[in-house]
């Protein structure tokens, strides 16, 4: 039991590992923009005020807001229809220029700008500062600008280690609290359409800590989280004379099959930022294992069989 690092507790079989994910290269330029249904572009064609009825005030060039259709077109002056889905920015102007060239013959400067994006909505749920629907755009590409720039970062009582991402009926695993302590690349993850984040809250759960200590029961945990030191802290300690502290259990994962851990109170002490999760289960033990399993199965009733460990260092993220 060394190092704890971030491998995930395969508690639930339907859970996807997100290392294949399409990420941003964070060290570059993001990629060029697609545009798609509902986005709305303003576009100006320099020198056509001839074959534009409308002009803007300020430039005196013909301009238009067009909002791009489902079927992945616009409509522009004196021109049947113009594919743009799929297309960046650039590309969209400079097939307007050859299609009015095309038309008449002359040659204008086309210039534009997209000025909404509406075409690849993501859903941020959950223990979020600003939970809703965001939209992909130029500033939001990746799953760390979702979380950081539009949805206002995680509140305080977000669980930001068991964070999901649901794409396409799958479901991802985040641990976003590794991301953010530079551990893990997930904040790079590149945002699609349909995309949906979710972030559990701390304060919604509650945890449990049974056999040698003062005060056996389930306890809250706080918004602020809480460690498994602490844990056995709420619980006033274990009882002197009779705690074994070198054979401390912890149960964590679904009831079909349950990962035990064994730890002692010397792993706990040089481990201090081991995060208690909603569901845990403590038991400071008195004597064996067997034991352990038999109150403990009195106390808290789960399925068999449950999977025994003692790396929990090595599998704990």
């Given at each position: ?276 999760r909603p569901g845990d289960r403590i038991f400071v033990s008195a004597t064996a294992l067997a034991d352990w399993y038999r109150t403990f199965t009195q106390l808290v009733p789960i399925f068999l069989p449950p ?11």
């Open positions: 039991m060394n190092a704890l690092v971030h491998e995930p507790v395969p508690a639930d079989p339907g859970i996807e590992d997100p290392a294949a994910l399409e990420k941003v290269n964070p060290q570059g330029p993001y990629p060029a923009y697609r545009i798609g249904p509902l986005d709305e572009l303003t576009i100006t064609v320099w020198g056509a005020r001839d074959i534009w009825s409308e002009v803007t005030d300020q430039s005196q060039q013909p301009t238009r807001a067009v909002t791009v259709q489902a079927d992945g077109t616009i409509v522009l002056p004196l021109l049947k229809s113009v594919s743009v889905a799929g297309l960046t920015l650039n590309e969209v102007l400079t097939r307007i220029a050859k299609a009015y060239q095309k038309f008449d013959g002359s040659s204008f400067q086309v210039n534009g700008q997209i000025t909404k994006y509406q075409s690849k909505p993501v859903l941020l749920d959950g223990a979020i500062n600003k939970p809703g629907t965001i939209y992909v755009s130029a500033a939001v590409r990746t799953l760390g600008d979702a979380v950081t720039n539009s949805g206002g970062g995680l509140r305080e009582a977000a669980d930001p280690s068991r964070g999901v991402l649901i794409r396409g009926g799958k479901r991802y695993r985040i641990n976003y609290l590794g991301a953010q302590q530079g551990t893990n690349d997930q904040h790079d993850i590149a945002l699609q359409s349909g995309d949906r984040i979710y972030f559990p809250s701390r304060a919604d759960g509650q945890f449990y800590i049974f056999g040698q200590v003062t005060q056996q029961g389930a306890y809250p945990i706080p918004p602020k989280g809480m460690t498994l030191l602490e844990g056995v802290g709420v619980a006033k300690g274990p009882l002197q004379f009779w705690s074994d502290m070198e054979s401390i259990f912890l149960v964590r994962g679904g009831d079909n099959q349950p990962k035990i851990y064994q730890l002692t109170l010397a792993d706990m002490m040089t481990h201090r930022d081991v995060a208690i999977v025994y460990t003692n790396s929990l260092y090595q599998t704990l993220w």
